[in-house]
């Protein structure tokens, strides 16, 4: 099968991550949390971006935007993307290096006169990031039919709207969110491009990473419950400290998921809350918040059970209530073999040297697995970084991505 070579210009990739990067809270660089004013004119930008490269572009009722470029057929669709909201204090690669090589293959297609024979999607996904606590990623998981609207009244933005009303500010529409869901057979296939987060390709001197695995995070709370008294006057084995225990239900979850048993979890508590919180005051509450994650469901089944049996010990020790909730369990992803083949063939093919690697985050590729094959491409992050400022990818290795993600889209065409 001979394909075309796709022009894909590290020049123009450059240009566009450095606008986007432009786009951020001025005093704390890189923040474009999702439904914000920031997020709505990167939005607008890409649509623009989308625009010119001869793609139809139309908002969602779930606020993704989508430009399409016609196949010979009108079958079922192709779709490449990511998303380019941030976290608070983030990078300007964390899903951007992935909504800009998609418009990039987009521009590349339409400048080599090549027609697909499947339509062809490109996706800036709505709120990937966690700015909507338990609701995201809010588009990905509206396209898989996987949103709770019975949460779209209580749900909040990060500027106090409902869920509802931060979809309807994007251009989305909250009361169609049925209509968008996409079924198995929709979508012929899905590729996304992410920046890794991690170490494997820097180390291995790699420009290309071909994801195998997408772990699943389980989510949950902690209250520490014991009693709040004075802290001078009660003598220290009369006390139900919640903190005391607290600390002991954090390393219990830290000695669960470095159990010898596991080969790929990783667990952490991420906020605490002491109540009442003054310095001459046993603590009475803590709340905490959790995150398991792996790629093989079974070793976080393994882990919430030490960890519930390390606290009920805890409870019983010290004399305190200890309660564990499970909020979100999200399946780990397999990437079917015969998908990571073609980003694999793909890279062989162009001469760019690849690694096998499973991801630890969670990507929108996530979702749309649950009703399309997809596949990922990582390119290599500086030092491992993510979600700070500090995050980097060289501009070529994005170009090298984009080139390799160009070409296995051009091998999916061709797939039955
Ligand atoms: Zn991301």
């Given at each position: 099968m001979t394909l075309p070579d796709l022009p894909i210009d590290v020049g123009r990739i450059e240009r566009d991550l450095t606008e986007l990067a432009r786009l951020t809270e001025p005093d704390r660089p890189y923040t474009r949390q999702a439904f914000t004013k920031l997020d709505r004119e990167a939005r607008e930008l890409v649509a623009g971006w989308m625009r010119e490269a001869g793609l139809d572009v139309h908002i969602d009722a779930a606020?993704?935007?989508?430009?399409?470029?016609?196949?010979?057929?009108?079958?079922?669709?192709m779709a490449l993307g990511s998303h380019t909201d941030t976290v608070q204090a983030g990078g300007r690669f964390d899903?951007?290096?992935?909504?800009?090589?998609?418009v990039e293959v987009a521009r590349a297609l339409e400048q080599a006169g090549v027609v697909t024979e499947h339509p062809l999607e490109i996706?800036?996904?709505?709120?990937?990031?966690?700015?909507?606590?338990?609701?995201?990623?809010?588009?990905s998981r509206a396209m898989s039919g996987h949103l709770d609207l019975s949460k779209l009244e209580t749900a909040h933005d990060p500027e106090g709207r409902t869920l509802a009303e931060a979809i309807d500010f994007l251009g989305g529409n909250h009361t169609r969110l049925t209509e968008l869901?996409?079924?198995?057979?929709?979508?012929?296939?899905?590729?996304?491009?992410?920046?890794?987060?991690?170490?494997?390709?820097?180390?291995?001197?790699?420009?290309?990473?071909?994801v195998t695995h997408i772990a699943g995070p389980i989510r949950g709370t902690i209250t520490v419950t014991g009693r709040a008294d004075h802290a001078g006057a009660t003598l220290m084995d009369?006390?139900?400290?919640?903190?005391c225990g607290a600390a002991e239900v954090i390393l219990a979850l830290e000695r669960a998921a470095k159990d010898p048993s596991l080969k790929d979890t990783v667990a952490t508590i991420g906020t605490a809350h002491i109540?009442?919180?003054?310095?001459?005051?046993?603590?009475?509450?803590?709340?905490?918040?959790?995150?398991?994650?792996?790629?093989?469901?079974?070793?976080?089944?393994?882990?919430r059970g030490l960890f519930e049996a390390a606290c009920e010990a805890i409870a019983r020790e010290r004399g305190l209530r200890i309660d564990v909730?499970?909020?979100?369990?999200?399946?780990?992803?397999?990437v079917p073999q015969e998908m990571q083949a073609l980003v694999q063939e793909a890279a062989k093919e162009l001469g760019i040297q690849t690694v096998s690697l499973p991801s630890r985050a969670m990507h929108d590729a996530s979702w749309m697995a649950m009703i399309a094959p997809v596949a990922m491409v990582f390119v290599p992050s500086k030092d491992g970084l993510s979600h700070t400022p500090d995050e980097w990818t060289d501009f070529a290795d994005v170009a090298a991505g984009a080139r390799v993600l160009g070409r296995a889209l051009l091998k999916l065409d061709a797939k039955e």
């Open positions: 606020g993704n935007t989508i430009g399409r470029r016609s196949g010979r057929t009108d079958g079922p669709v899903g951007i290096a992935g909504v800009v090589a998609a996706i800036n996904f709505n709120c990937e990031e966690p700015s909507v606590t338990g609701m995201t990623p809010v588009g869901i996409r079924k198995p057979g929709d979508v012929h296939g899905y590729l996304e491009l992410h920046i890794e987060q991690g170490l494997v390709l820097e180390r291995a001197g790699c420009p290309v990473g071909v009369e006390r139900q400290d919640a903190l109540s009442p919180g003054m310095v001459n005051i046993i603590p009475g509450r803590v709340d905490l918040q959790m995150e398991v994650r792996s790629i093989r469901q079974e070793e976080k089944e393994r882990v909730q499970w909020l979100v369990d999200e399946p780990p992803v397999t």
